[in-house]
């Protein structure tokens, strides 16, 4: 069981360059989300989807686009790649989780600089 | 909205002792769960304690425990007895009881045990 895999683990983009991170799950879960961690900050959430076919904006979403064509699959797109994109990024996935224990689980993160 | 206020960006103490991180949030739910994660040096995000705003007995989880004050929209962790790998950046998380499933984030206390 791996649980939420993303790749790459880390990039170095050139401004105005595309890339596409990806996220897969293996635990059937509904809900996936895109979160990014900028240094010394908390993660804020890019966009989110509760299930294959729907997407939602979350509370950064310029410059990114995502899709869910899969329940395992939810890629994160970034068209043109700006130094202010330069972060951490984290997939998670979760089920309708009242009353168990984690309500998020996470990947291993995507370190990504843009220059 | 949501907000979850960490003060302390940086903390430390010496092995064996204890610390406390202090968490406030923001909220007009009454009803919703609260979380502190743990974030080693490896980027992985560790769930330490949940706690569920309707019940008024404190969470504990083996040295973590939380002072949870409702009234006062507080929430702090206190690690006791402390080991070295404790070290870590601690995330607050706020997530509401009823609707949506995103995760709102503090913005982190880096915690650093020292020998």
């Known amino acids: 069981n791996a649980g939420v895999t993303q790749t790459p683990k880390f990039r170095i983009l050139k401004i105005g360059q595309s890339m596409t991170l990806q996220c897969t799950q293996d635990m059937n879960h509904n809900y996936m989300y895109w979160y990014r961690q900028d240094p010394g900050m908390g993660l804020k959430l890019i966009y989110y989807s509760v299930g294959a076919g729907i997407t939602d904006k979350g509370e950064v979403p310029n410059g990114y686009n995502v899709s869910r064509s899969t329940t395992e699959d939810f890629p994160l797109r970034l068209e043109l790649a700006a130094p202010s994109q330069t972060s951490v990024y984290f997939c998670?996935?979760?089920?309708?989780?009242?009353?168990?224990?984690?309500?998020?689980?996470f990947g291993n993160g995507t370190r990504l600089t843009v220059t | 909205a949501q907000t979850v206020t960490q003060s302390q960006p940086e903390m430390s103490v010496q092995e064996a002792e204890t610390v406390t991180l202090s968490c406030t949030y923001d909220?007009?739910?009454?009803?919703?769960?609260l979380f502190w994660y743990k974030q080693p040096p490896s980027r992985q995000m560790i769930l330490v304690i949940r706690?569920?705003?309707?019940?008024?007995q404190n969470a504990t989880e083996n040295r973590f425990s939380v002072n949870f004050q409702k009234a006062a929209k507080s929430f702090s962790l206190k690690i006791s007895d402390s080991q070295l790998g404790d070290t870590a950046m601690y995330f607050c998380a706020f997530i509401p009881g009823e609707g949506n499933e995103k995760l709102t984030f503090g913005t982190g206390t880096r915690l650093t045990i020292i020998p």
């Open positions: 706690q569920e705003a309707y019940k008024q």
């Open positions: 998670a996935s979760s089920y309708p989780w009242r009353g168990r224990n984690s309500p998020l689980h």
């Open positions: 909220t007009s739910e009454n009803n919703y769960y």
